[in-house]
């Protein structure tokens, strides 16, 4: 299947995530903040990479940005539950960054899966 990196410091919402995907047949990788997602996603040839936008270290939008940068091709969902309160929209912030999708915490795991689903098959039929 698809390898598949999770960028999130919720372990529990990670783990989840995890699971969720590896009962799928995909190969995950993870990361508990922006500057190790970097790092694994330039070791690994990946498929797709999931991205929260708040963390420690190497916050998701810079994350996701600098992702863009060096593979364009590359698809990235953004995830996140803050900016819900009148801040800053920072799901807006990571489309515009490069994200092809967004979700917004909490997510029920059969939304993430479908979420997951649909950019794969939208990043296979470009392929073709």
């Not at 989840?16 to 009962?23: G, H, N, V, W």
């Not at 999931?50 to 969902?77: N, Q």
């Amino acid at each position: 299947m698809s390898k598949i990196l999770i960028i999130d410091d919720d372990e529990s919402l990670l783990r989840a995530m995890r699971i969720t995907l590896e009962k799928r047949g995909h190969e995950i990788f993870e990361a508990s903040n922006g500057r190790d997602g970097i790092r694994v996603a330039d070791t690994n040839e990946l498929d797709l990479v999931v991205s929260d936008i708040v963390m420690p270290e190497v916050e998701g939008l810079e994350t996701i940005r600098a992702l863009r940068h060096k593979f364009p091709s590359l698809p990235i969902i953004g995830v996140s539950g803050a900016g819900r309160s009148g801040m800053a929209n920072y799901l807006e912030m990571a489309a515009f960054m490069g994200a092809v999708r967004t979700l917004r915490k909490p997510f029920e795991l059969c939304e993430f899966r479908d979420a997951i689903a649909s950019v794969l098959e939208m990043q296979n039929s470009a392929a073709d």
